[in-house]
């Protein structure tokens, strides 16, 4: 068998597990591929860029040759990895070579959901995932006045900010009632609305997209409510999905994600997985801070030390300047209600317990300075 570490992908929790197991060994030999160029970038830094006065080029912090000299790594760039074979602890790559390793570690993301709409236009509908999806994002931006996204949860939200704030005059179309419908309350929600259209950006809430028609070199979205939107992009950002298909295939156990226990560990003993693509005890959180914790634990694993990840309360901050927001969600189904203060500076929403626990918050504008305070008396994700 092999007895090199493979980490499939180069995203934020392919390059911490190789920074984390770089630190505790040495000697481990490691190989990173990746289906791109496995340059090293923060994704969350895609969807504030251009107020930030950053391009896709200087996002990328280190290419992939100064990433391999740094963590003293193999990576293979450009690189698709096809298939697993468990029983010969082996990958298969799309030129047909075949890899054996002795520990393997799926760190290959979620794609970004793409619904089907009907019209000449749908296949015009952009996403944005990663830094080669931002780049035919700004080129296709050049020289347009108009963007319709459709999408009003965070990484909608963000981009809806930065556009506006840039000079673009935005629509956000959701078929919830509010923005963050996931993430705040009805009073919260109408408190981002109101600080977005400030600086520009329209909604389109409790509104189904029916279908994208291309007319001329514009888009023109219809609702189901009949109106019509005209834009000269349209961009998409209504979810995740994690990348199962290569699991399910090689016979590895998967629900939303791939499943792995507490120690990140999958149903094969010599397999796992972490980040977007991964369903860590139930729970799949495509946030950066869950990567951070689950790299450490997995490298230590991966050095000889099992050890669990655990993750402690995990706050989010919404990158809308004009309108600072930090939530940390309940968990789904958890019992018990918001509890709103709220007045022109901002809003202060506890999800508390029937009896007064602190289960999750959201702070927008001037209460997003009692983060600390708050997130001291949340309980763990995951003990
Ligand atoms: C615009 C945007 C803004 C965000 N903002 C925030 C934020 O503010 N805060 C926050 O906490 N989170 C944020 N997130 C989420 C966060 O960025 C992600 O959770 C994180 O980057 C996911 O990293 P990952 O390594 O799991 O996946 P990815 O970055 O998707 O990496 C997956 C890697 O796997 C490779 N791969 C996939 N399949 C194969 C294959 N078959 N063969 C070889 N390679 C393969 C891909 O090429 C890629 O290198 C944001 C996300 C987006 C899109």
Excluded at 269 to 295: N, Q, R, S, W
Excluded at 320 to 339: L, R, Y
Aim: proline fraction near 5%.
């Amino acid at each position: 068998m092999g007895h090199s570490v493979i980490i499939i992908g180069s995203g934020l929790a392919g390059y911490a597990v190789a920074r984390e197991l770089r630190r505790l060994t040495v000697d481990q030999p490691v190989i990173l591929l990746s289906a791109d160029h496995a340059g090293f970038y923060s994704k969350p830094m895609l969807s504030n860029a251009l107020t930030t006065g950053k391009t896709p080029e200087s996002i990328i912090n280190s290419d992939a040759e100064k990433m391999a000299a740094q963590l003293n790594i193999t990576i293979r760039s450009n690189t698709h990895v096809t298939g697993i074979d468990k029983a010969n602890r082996s990958i298969l790559l799309a030129n047909q070579e075949q890899l054996l390793y002795s520990k393997l570690v799926l760190a290959i993301g979620a794609d970004q959901v793409r619904l089907p709409f009907q019209g000449s236009g749908a296949d015009k509908i952009l996403t944005v995932n990663d830094v080669d999806d931002y780049r035919h994002f700004r080129d296709v931006l050049i020289d347009k006045k108009k963007v319709a996204i459709i999408g009003a949860g965070l990484i909608g939200c963000e981009f809806a900010n930065d556009l506006a704030s840039a000079g673009y005059q935005v629509d956000v179309i959701d078929i919830a009632a509010q923005p963050l419908g996931r993430l705040l309350p009805p009073e919260a929600g109408a408190y981002l609305k109101k600080k977005l259209e400030a600086v520009g950006v329209v909604f389109h809430l409790d509104a189904k997209t029916q279908c994208v028609e291309q007319t001329d070199d514009r888009l023109c979205l219809v609702l189901a409510s009949g109106e019509k939107i005209t834009a000269d992009i349209v961009l998409s950002s209504v979810g995740l999905t994690p990348r199962i298909k290569m699991a399910q295939e090689a016979g590895l156990s998967v629900n939303r994600g791939i499943v792995v226990d507490q120690m990140l560990q999958s149903s094969d003993e010599y397999i796992y997985a972490l980040g977007d693509c991964a369903e860590v005890c139930g729970k799949v959180l495509p946030f950066v801070m869950p990567i951070t914790h689950a790299a450490r634990a997995l490298a230590a694993t991966l050095a000889g030390n099992p050890t669990a990840v655990k993750y402690p309360a995990m706050p989010v901050l919404v990158k809308t300047p004009a309108c600072p927001t930090i939530v940390s969600p309940p968990e789904a189904g958890s019992a018990g209600k918001w509890q709103v203060e709220q007045d022109e500076d901002g809003v202060k929403a506890l999800f508390l317990d029937d009896s007064g626990g602190l289960l999750g918050f959201a702070l927008l504008g001037k209460a997003t300075q009692e983060k600390n305070d708050l997130v001291a008396k949340l309980p763990s994700v995951l003990d």
